[in-house]
């Protein structure tokens, strides 16, 4: 591949102001998350965390993944909350960690899908409420649930505050679409055509540009094929 459109490639791999941006947001979320809840515990038991590890997995696709549905506002607080619950209940009646552990992460999955909040981080969630026993024994369910409430709660609002003001809506809002061209137009377009219009969006999808140009390709060739089946009538 030429160099400019590697370039190209990357600066639409790391949309706005690159991964620079993704960065500072990082930074910014995981900063108001640690402080929210290092007050938190002042005002409760200090023994209890005030960071909980899985947020900087959430604020990765938060900042970096913008668009992603599973980087939208009831994901990231559902999935990690309810991955928590699940790794919590399992571990209070598995005592055995390794088969928890499993166990925990896989029924995780599923409520989260259920719930229609997967989050990848909602699986370290669930692991974590296993392998946190312990701690969990000695203060109660909300020695987890507390922290990871208050870490995600700061974790959102900068993630709505600075997506925003960064050019990329958050929650995510899809494009107006175009109005459908028309009657009886069965066209094509070109590989410049998807190029333009990831750079206009300026947003990183979830899928790469060789799929979405597979996909739209084998949907051009279903709409051609409708086409010239009714005009065979």
């Known amino acids: 591949m030429p160099y400019r459109l590697m370039a190209k490639a990357a600066a639409r791999a790391t949309g706005r102001l690159g991964w620079a941006r993704a960065a500072g947001g990082a930074l910014l979320g995981v900063a108001f998350a640690a402080v929210a809840g290092w007050l938190g515990s002042t005002l409760g038991d200090a023994a209890l965390p005030w960071l909980v590890a899985p947020v900087g997995a959430s604020a990765v696709l938060v900042f970096a993944l913008p668009a992603s549905p ?13 991955s928590t619950l699940v790794g919590l209940a399992i571990a209070h009646f598995m005592p055995t960690a390794v088969l928890a552990g499993a166990l925990a992460v896989g029924v995780a999955i599923a409520a989260m899908s259920l719930a229609r909040c997967l989050h990848p981080p909602g699986g370290a969630c669930a692991l974590l409420a296993v392998l946190s026993a312990p701690l969990v024994a000695a ?9 990871l409430g208050i870490n995600l709660g700061a974790l959102l609002a900068a993630g709505w505050l600075y997506n925003n003001l960064t050019g990329h809506s958050w929650p995510h809002h899809i494009p107006r679409v175009p109005p459908t061209p028309p009657e009886g137009w069965v066209g094509s377009y070109e590989a410049a055509d998807l190029d333009s219009v990831l750079e206009d969006w300026d947003e990183v999808l979830d899928v790469s540009r060789e799929d979405l140009d597979a996909l739209f390709r084998a ?7 409708r086409w010239s089946q009714r005009n065979a009538k």
């Open 139 to 147: 203060h109660g369910w909300t020695a987890l649930l507390l922290p």
């Open 219 to 225: 949907v051009e060739r279903r709409v051609q094929r």
């Open 70 to 82: 599973l980087a939208q506002p009831w994901p990231v607080f559902g999935g990690n909350i309810i």
